[in-house]
């Protein structure tokens, strides 16, 4: 059974930043597929950003390309998401999610395991 924890959520003002982690436990980390996806009040869940267990190749939804970046790190069994000029619109509960499929598509699958999520809120 897979376990995430993610963590570094918080207050930050407008344009600010904030690096979420994300803590995978219970299998073999390189072989899944890990993605972030976010929750606002009233609203639906929708992705925000995911990268490949195979070649690192990441994914973002275009209303955070070029603001936020995802990494991994295989060895210590992390996952990141690198947050940059934050917007009161990114305000949201924000989900790590793993996938063991090869051909994982976060925008129609939102994974097979889910995280309890972190708050993050921009204030303007």
């Known amino acids: 059974q897979v376990q995430l924890v993610e963590s570094g959520g918080g207050l930050v003002q407008a344009g600010g930043s904030l690096r979420l982690s994300c803590a995978f436990s219970?299998?073999?980390?390189?072989?899944?597929?890990m993605g972030w996806f976010r929750q606002a009040p009233r609203k639906d869940r929708e992705f925000v950003a995911a990268?490949?267990?195979?070649?690192?190749?990441?994914f973002y939804a275009d209303s955070v390309k070029g603001r936020f970046t995802i990494s991994r790190d295989n060895a210590d069994e992390m996952v990141y998401l690198q947050m940059n000029s934050l917007k009161p619109e990114d305000t949201a509960v924000y989900y790590c999610?793993?996938?063991?499929?090869?051909?994982?598509?976060?925008?129609?699958?939102?994974?097979?395991?889910w995280g309890r999520g972190t708050q993050v809120t921009v204030s303007t």
């Open positions: 219970g299998r073999t980390f390189g072989t899944y597929s």
């Open positions: 990268i490949s267990w195979s070649d690192g190749n990441t």
């Open positions: 999610a793993a996938d063991a499929s090869r051909a994982w598509d976060p925008t129609k699958s939102w994974g097979d395991y």
